[in-house]
């Protein structure tokens, strides 16, 4: 039985809505949450950057903007490291460290998130936490830690397509309420 589920997948193919998703369902099966989601911000129907958000406090912060004046570049943003820090890495530390958090979500092990020492260091330390661990690693970066995950013999990655985006958060969902009750 895989503890670790993450998804993969083009980009827009709709890997956060189906995070998302299975998190709304397990929410709704009484399970606590943690860790963080991010999506992308627009103003005017132009994206202008990615936001953070932690899944316990609900704190926002920025990943990355267009006027985002230091940090790592990728395309036309500028991570925002201090925000990647802050919100993301801690939410998912607080999520590992917190008894009442039953499910960490990490949104997204990708390109810009790789930047971070903290925020690698925090991933790590989910996925080697007995918890569950919901996530989504970007399709092209490449990192030892993204090696890591994908080789991991506890870690099941799934390819979202636009075939099965409408229904594969309930096989996520049924392998994280199987690891809580084989963990519980």
Do not use: C
Not at 11 to 24: C, E, M
Not at 25 to 41: A, N, Q, T
Not at 56 to 70: E, F, I
């Amino acid at each position: 039985m895989k503890r670790l589920i993450f998804m993969s997948g083009q980009p827009g193919v709709g890997k956060t809505s189906v995070l998302l998703r299975a998190v709304d369902v397990l929410k709704g099966l009484g399970y606590r949450v943690g860790g963080m989601v991010s999506g992308e911000v627009r103003e005017r129907g132009v994206r202008v950057g990615f936001e953070i958000i932690d899944l316990s406090t609900g704190q926002r912060g920025w990943l990355a903007h267009v006027d985002q004046p230091t940090g790592p570049q990728v395309s036309k943003y500028r991570v925002n490291l201090e925000d990647l820090n802050s919100v993301g890495a801690r939410s998912i530390l607080n999520a590992v460290r917190d008894a009442e958090v039953n499910v960490i979500v990490v949104d997204e092990v990708g390109t810009m998130e790789l930047f971070s020492k903290a925020f690698k260091e925090a991933v790590l330390q989910a996925v080697n936490s007995s918890k569950p661990v919901i996530g989504i690693v970007h399709y092209k970066a490449r990192d030892t830690l993204i090696q890591n995950i994908r080789a991991r013999e506890d870690a099941e990655i799934f390819e979202v397509t636009q075939e099965n985006r409408g229904s594969l958060h309930t096989t996520i969902v049924d392998r994280v309420v199987e690891s809580v009750r084989k963990h519980s």
